[in-house]
């Protein structure tokens, strides 16, 4: 009885194996990935890939019964548990690093882009349209790997290593394709057009999400930033940092949200980007106020400076503003081109009188 009730409750669950292959790709990747430039990271992603494209044409080759009988048989059982497994792994991997900015609010479309093909991959029942979500999927976790690996492949970031990224990801699933249609030709034939069109808008809609500015520029990623009234770099590396004493109810403070100011004072941006090993280049903290006549946010400076890559840490500068008014702020961190790393909104208050300044050693 007690294996009868085991077994009822695992038919149960199998309507929902792929989802939960798929999540499981997640999961595995938030426990494993580390740093963006390390071996074992891209070699992780590198396996998923090999891993979905071999159980795809392997489900692709069943689907058009060109295997045995038992091997067909376990390949339908087997192999579509694989694939959800890897591609999980391949999305959630971009998402990873995507989180490691700080700042989910520059980096959600993506997310929405996971979450549709998520209910896409749970919603679709018909066999040829999921073979075509699949591949579609597929081209998705290739590309995400590509914008990854490139950049820390050539120790340089920008517009052209992005379309070199997409090049590269459009060779592969081009020979990926020539292999499937010796496996399978009619099915190839019968959908190439509905292939190309999916990978089409895969392909436009990255495009757009990058040279619109509206996901981060990977392989960077924002590690902290914070408001001081004083940063000064030390002897050993270090840096003396100052701010406000905060009330009694905020105890886990250490920065200025609101910073009372008096004529002559500076407003100091603190950051840690992270970059990878042998990278070297300029971002921009990028000062703002909030006009409140017009609506808008308005630039009161953009100030550069070059950071360097492979502090596990990320690379720490600052920037400083004075003349500055009441009203809200806010220093965003961004790169030459205006991709934004995150950003960092407080308010200034004229008062004569401070509260009692902290100094924190980082």
Not at 53 to 80: H, I, Q
Not at 295 to 315: C, D, K
Request: aromatic share 16%; net charge positive; charged share 15%.
């Amino acid at each position: 009885m007690v294996f009868r009730s085991y077994y009822d409750k695992a038919q149960k669950l199998k309507q929902w194996w792929l989802t939960i292959a798929f999540v499981g790709g997640f999961v595995v990747d938030i426990l494993t990935l580390g740093r963006v430039d390390q071996f074992f990271a891209m070699g992780i992603l590198l396996a998923h890939i090999l891993n979905a494209g071999t159980n795809l044409a392997l489900l692709y080759a069943a689907t058009a019964d060109k295997l045995g009988e038992k091997m067909r048989a376990f390949v339908l059982r087997y192999a579509p548990l694989l694939v959800q497994f890897s591609f999980g792994s391949l999305l959630s991997g971009t998402l990873v690093f995507y989180s490691q900015s700080g700042s989910w609010s520059v980096s959600w479309p993506f997310l929405v882009l996971v979450l549709g093909v998520m209910i896409g991959n749970e919603m679709v029942r018909d066999r040829a349209e999921r073979l075509l979500l699949n591949l579609s999927i597929f081209f998705l976790g290739i590309f995400s790997y590509c914008i990854l690996f490139v950049p820390v492949l050539v120790k340089k970031m920008g517009p052209w290593v992005f379309v070199g990224s997409g090049t590269l990801a459009l060779i592969v699933i081009f020979l990926y394709l020539r292999l499937l249609r010796l496996i399978v030709p009619n099915f190839i034939e019968l959908h190439i057009r509905n292939i190309i069109f999916s990978l089409g808008i895969i392909f436009a809609v990255l495009n757009f999400l990058y040279f619109g500015n509206i996901i981060p520029p990977i392989p960077l990623s924002l590690k902290n930033i914070d408001i001081y009234h004083q940063v000064e770099k030390i002897e050993d590396g270090s840096y003396r940092l100052t701010y406000e004493e905060a009330p009694w109810y905020k105890f886990w403070r250490d920065a200025d949200t609101t910073y009372r100011y008096t004529k002559g004072d500076e407003v100091h941006c603190f950051t840690s980007v992270f970059a990878p090993t042998s990278f070297s280049l300029r971002i921009f903290h990028h000062w703002q106020y909030f006009n409140e006549t017009s609506g808008e946010w308005v630039t009161q400076s953009r100030i550069p400076f070059t950071i360097s890559g492979g502090n596990e840490r990320g690379y720490r500068g600052y920037t400083y503003v004075t003349n500055v008014h009441d009203g809200l702020w806010r220093c965003i961190v961004e790169t030459e081109r205006r991709q934004i790393l995150g950003s960092e909104t407080f308010t200034i208050v004229t008062e004569a009188t401070k509260r009692p300044l902290i100094t924190l050693v980082k």
